[in-house]
């Protein structure tokens, strides 16, 4: 099945005209895959369309059956059962096991379903479910079990009893507490600004963008998981991820922007993508690219690295010190995420122009770096995730012997770099974006207190002065303290010093929640 977004942009220039206004699910669809022409193709068509048809079905069935029956009772144990195996069923044809509702209809994957006359009822049902909580697809994961499903419609049972203004936010919550992991729920998008959130519940939207993030790291890990072991990529999961951010960032940047303060754990590499990706895409907007262009641009950002999953281990974790050949063996990273996503089954213009940010991200702005090729003019894809990148690295520990910038210096070195690594006018849109002092910068004021910077000023003249959470107080107490406007000449306090959170062992993104 051909791999595409709704309409073409046609080319960068292109999303320069888009707005906000046009945002609908439909357009994010990309519509109905045309029929496979083929006999054998529309017959593995027909079996999925027999398949998605079921799975709506047992649904219905073990909905309807938990009304009457408690969480552990035997009656539950079938439909359950019925349910997981017709997602093994799909998950075997090689098809995604996810149910997404775009405009009127029930799509499994990018199959539009077509109920016949009997089972309308049971359609129109899990239709209404969904919408009633916001919910614009279930996605079930590869390692899904009974007990998650069971978990997952007794938090629905939850959620309704409690009749919480905002269902949507309450099941994200309940899914959380009971450790629903491999069920994955995606907001139906012309719902984002009319369901009527509890803005204040949500915390401006940081849950959602917690989620989102976690599911970001979850598609990066399943797509390097794919090319380690030799198989083809699918990238829509990653697609519907970069279009998750899309909608959140247009509630409002500083939500996700703060999720790129986490500490890289155990998968470095897939907090990278998903930090990156996140930078791209708060510059394309700032640039004012259309959402296709966006979510091309996210998923070029999100893949940017894809070919270091076919290197070595070792080779990546030992930072400075490679040889010559191991150098060399690094900077075909580009070329090999390149061929990669070439392998995709339908190679088009929309491909391509995520094929030139993945082969340009380490081109440098004088068209030195890598790949080494005669190059006329870097593209706007790769300039862009080249900024991202080489600020994501600069303030990350990615290496033993090299300890990370605090961000207010990575970006004063960042700007030594203009004209040779880095394009000016971006590089001055992008400090605008993150702010001279960064949304997760711990700060010490004159006041002796401590503080992170949770939101920057939107006047460029004001970036140096953003809004903090205060954290402790001049005796350096823990305090949960007041966000203070530092534009404001009444707040009384100034920049006094930038801190290395990591100096005082402390994770600032949990004071961004």
């Given at each position: 099945?051909?791999?595409?977004?709704g309409?073409?942009?046609?080319?960068?220039?292109?999303?320069?005209?888009?707005?906000?206004?046009?945002w609908?699910?439909?357009d994010?669809?990309?519509?109905?895959?045309?029929?496979?022409?083929?006999?054998e193709?529309?017959?593995?068509?027909?079996?999925?369309?027999?398949l998605?048809?079921?799975?709506?079905?047992?649904?219905?069935?073990?909905?309807?059956?938990?009304?009457?029956?408690?969480?552990?009772?035997?009656?539950l144990?079938?439909?359950?059962?019925?349910?997981?195996?017709?997602?093994?069923?799909?998950?075997?044809?090689?098809?995604?096991?996810?149910?997404?509702?775009?405009?009127?209809?029930?799509?499994?994957?990018?199959?539009?379903l077509?109920?016949?006359?009997a089972?309308?009822?049971?359609?129109?049902?899990?239709?209404?479910?969904?919408?009633?909580?916001?919910?614009?697809?279930?996605?079930?994961?590869?390692?899904?079990?009974?007990?998650?499903?069971?978990?997952?419609?007794?938090?629905?049972?939850?959620?309704?009893?409690e009749?919480?203004?905002?269902?949507h936010?309450?099941?994200?919550?309940?899914?959380?507490?009971?450790?629903?992991?491999?069920?994955?729920?995606?907001?139906?998008?012309?719902?984002?600004?009319?369901?009527?959130?509890?803005?204040?519940?949500?915390?401006?939207?940081?849950?959602?963008?917690?989620?989102?993030?976690?599911?970001?790291?979850?598609?990066?890990?399943?797509?390097?998981?794919?090319?380690?072991?030799?198989?083809?990529?699918?990238?829509?999961?990653?697609?519907?991820?970069?279009?998750?951010?899309?909608?959140?960032?247009?509630q409002?940047?500083s939500?996700?922007?703060?999720?790129?303060?986490?500490?890289?754990?155990?998968?470095?590499?897939g907090?990278?993508?998903?930090?990156?990706?996140?930078?791209?895409?708060?510059?394309?907007?700032?640039?004012?690219?259309?959402?296709?262009?966006?979510?091309?641009?996210?998923?070029?950002?999100?893949?940017?690295?894809?070919?270091?999953?076919e290197?070595?281990?070792?080779?990546?974790?030992?930072?400075?010190?490679a040889?010559?050949?191991?150098?060399?063996?690094?900077?075909?990273?580009?070329?090999?995420?390149?061929?990669?996503?070439?392998?995709?089954?339908?190679?088009?213009r929309?491909?391509?122009?995520?094929?030139?940010?993945?082969?340009?991200h380490?081109?440098?702005?004088?068209?030195?770096?890598?790949?080494?090729?005669a190059y006329?003019?870097?593209?706007?894809f790769?300039?862009i995730?080249?900024?991202?990148?080489?600020?994501?690295?600069?303030?990350?520990?990615?290496?033993a012997?090299?300890?990370?910038?605090?961000?207010?210096?990575?970006?004063?070195?960042?700007?030594?770099?203009?004209?040779?690594?880095?394009?000016?006018?971006l590089?001055?849109?992008?400090?605008?974006?993150?702010?001279?002092?960064?949304?997760?910068?711990?700060?010490?004021?004159?006041?002796?207190?401590?503080?992170?910077?949770v939101?920057?000023?939107?006047?460029?003249?004001?970036?140096?002065?953003?809004?903090?959470?205060?954290?402790?107080?001049?005796?350096?107490?823990?305090?949960?303290?007041?966000?203070?406007?530092?534009?404001?000449?009444d707040?009384?306090?100034h920049?006094?010093?930038?801190?290395?959170?990591?100096?005082?062992?402390?994770?600032?993104?949990?004071?961004?929640?």
């Amino acid at each position: 099945m051909a791999e595409r977004i709704g309409r073409e942009p046609g080319g960068e220039q292109a999303g320069f005209a888009g707005s906000e206004a046009d945002w609908s699910s439909e357009d994010w669809s990309g519509g109905e895959l045309a029929a496979p022409a083929d006999p054998e193709s529309q017959r593995a068509r027909n079996e999925l369309m027999r398949l998605g048809s079921a799975l709506v079905s047992r649904l219905f069935v073990l909905f309807k059956t938990s009304l009457n029956y408690s969480e552990g009772h035997a009656a539950l144990e079938a439909p359950l059962a019925q349910a997981i195996g017709v997602v093994r069923e799909i998950q075997r044809q090689g098809e995604e096991a996810s149910l997404r509702i775009k405009g009127r209809h029930l799509y499994l994957a990018e199959l539009r379903l077509r109920p016949q006359a009997a089972s309308f009822n049971v359609f129109s049902f899990l239709m209404e479910e969904m919408r009633r909580h916001a919910i614009g697809a279930i996605h079930f994961t590869p390692l899904v079990t009974e007990e998650d499903l069971r978990r997952l419609v007794y938090a629905f049972r939850e959620v309704e009893a409690e009749s919480a203004p905002d269902s949507h936010a309450s099941l994200l919550e309940r899914m959380q507490q009971r450790m629903i992991a491999n069920i994955e729920l995606s907001t139906l998008p012309e719902e984002i600004e009319t369901a009527g959130f509890d803005r204040e519940r949500l915390k401006d939207g940081r849950l959602k963008a917690r989620l989102c993030y976690q599911q970001a790291l979850k598609a990066v890990a399943r797509v390097e998981e794919q090319v380690s072991a030799g198989k083809p990529i699918r990238i829509r999961e990653a697609k519907r991820v970069v279009q998750q951010m899309i909608d959140l960032l247009a509630q409002g940047e500083s939500s996700l922007l703060g999720h790129g303060t986490r500490p890289d754990g155990e998968r470095a590499a897939g907090h990278h993508a998903v930090k990156v990706c996140i930078l791209s895409l708060t510059l394309g907007r700032r640039l004012g690219l259309a959402k296709f262009t966006l979510c091309e641009l996210g998923l070029a950002a999100l893949l940017h690295d894809l070919g270091k999953s076919e290197l070595p281990g070792e080779l990546l974790e030992r930072g400075e010190g490679a040889t010559p050949q191991e150098q060399q063996l690094l900077e075909s990273h580009p070329m090999l995420g390149v061929k990669r996503v070439m392998q995709l089954k339908a190679v088009d213009r929309w491909s391509c122009r995520i094929i030139t940010g993945i082969f340009e991200h380490h081109l440098l702005a004088d068209r030195s770096g890598y790949p080494h090729f005669a190059y006329q003019r870097v593209g706007l894809f790769g300039r862009i995730i080249a900024l991202a990148n080489g600020f994501e690295l600069l303030t990350s520990p990615r290496c033993a012997d090299r300890s990370p910038y605090p961000p207010d210096k990575a970006l004063r070195f960042m700007l030594t770099q203009v004209g040779k690594a880095y394009d000016q006018a971006l590089l001055k849109l992008f400090i605008g974006c993150v702010g001279v002092q960064p949304i997760g910068c711990l700060l010490q004021l004159d006041s002796g207190e401590l503080a992170v910077v949770v939101e920057n000023h939107p006047d460029p003249g004001q970036w140096g002065s953003p809004q903090v959470k205060i954290i402790a107080d001049a005796a350096g107490r823990e305090v949960d303290g007041e966000v203070v406007d530092l534009a404001r000449p009444d707040s009384g306090r100034h920049i006094a010093a930038s801190l290395d959170p990591r100096l005082f062992q402390l994770d600032v993104s949990r004071y961004l929640q």
